[in-house]
């Protein structure tokens, strides 16, 4: 058999495509266009760069709700009970008169005893918690207590400064001098509480340290969150908040902060924050964990993409990046919604430009015009 040479092969092979081309072309209707069926023309696409915004700054910690102590009201000094201002099972406000006894007072009896206990029954109290915590804070770091007890006396030098801001708050001046004379105390209610217990009468003649009443704070809670030193400038007294959990069926309610007290951790400065709220339907109780929104007056200006950029599998967020012609899929870090922008907190490059429509048919590598 005679054996074709290599190089009349290779020249049979090009007379042969020559041919098939030449008889497709022949064929009516043939679109020498659909050659290229395999090609993959560009997704036309919009971007935009990364915006930057100014949102409101907030902060979102979980707190615990703890309950308040009920308050026994007693008689300071003496005397005869002129006024009683509640009754049985009456609901008071804190600073709310609650009785007023008519005796002879001294100068040392402080200037308008208030609210179940006198401004000096109020400062001493508070003098007498501050030693202890003081002398707490010393023994902890020596490791001679547990920081359970710190955090007690913590919570009742809290409690002591509390009493004696709404003492001092509420004084009615009172005569004064070294000799003892006629005077009134009013009692106050230094927070707020159901009358329980109540055995004070008008015209009674009662003894220093008898109890008149009790004030139960039954459904009466706080909630407490930890401030980190770094965020101590956002909050201040009177900060408001905003209460939500998932233990309950309501979105949320609201409070604001009613003190911030210094507190000991073994790693790093923080700081015990009260907020006061409204729980009148106690449906907030002591043990709950809830989630604290803080409505700091601060604002910050953040970096943000269009919502329509961002893309969410499986609880990750990403996005296409227009580079060099092609999509480029990054997954990103995000904050909270501002309108229709989303905070990112992840680095970009700081020319980016973000691809705003990207839609289902859009991959990570493919061919992108720019509209």
Known sequence: ???????????????????????????????????????????????????????????????????????????????????????EGQLVQAGQPLV???????????????????????????????????????????????????????????????????????????ATGKDRQPGRVNLLALAGGTVTGLSAASGKTVQAGEQLLVLQNEGEVRIVVHLEQK????????????????????????????GIYPEIATDHSSFRTHIQVDNADSSLRPGMVVSVRLNTDQTATVRAVPATAIIEEQGVSYLYLAVGGRAVRQQVSTGPAIEDFIEITSELPPTALVITSAGSGLKDGAAIAIK
């Open 1 to 87: 058999m005679k054996r074709i040479q290599p190089q009349h092969r290779a020249a049979a092979i090009i007379l042969a495509a020559a041919a098939l081309i030449a008889a497709l072309f022949g064929v009516a209707g043939f679109d020498p266009s659909s050659l290229h069926v395999f090609s993959q023309p560009p997704i036309k696409v919009t971007v935009t760069p990364v915006s930057t915004i100014t949102k409101d700054v907030q902060l979102v910690l979980p707190g615990a709700v703890e309950d308040r102590k009920a308050a026994i009201i007693s008689a300071q000094i003496s005397g005869r009970v002129s006024e009683v201002y509640v009754t």
């Open 100 to 174: 007023s006894i008519e005796g002879m007072i001294t100068a040392d009896t402080g200037p308008g005893m208030q609210i179940g206990d006198t401004a000096r029954l109020a400062q001493t109290t508070y003098d007498n918690s501050l030693q202890e915590y003081s002398r707490f804070q010393k023994l902890y770091t020596q490791g001679a207590i547990a920081r359970r007890q710190l955090e007690a006396s913590a919570a009742r030098l809290q409690a002591a400064q509390e009493a004696l801001s709404a003492a001092q708050a509420s004084r009615q001046p009172v």
């Open 231 to 258: 965020d101590l400038n956002l909050v201040q007294s009177g900060t408001p908040v905003e209460i939500t959990s998932a233990q309950t069926p309501w979105q949320g309610l609201a409070g604001h902060v009613e």
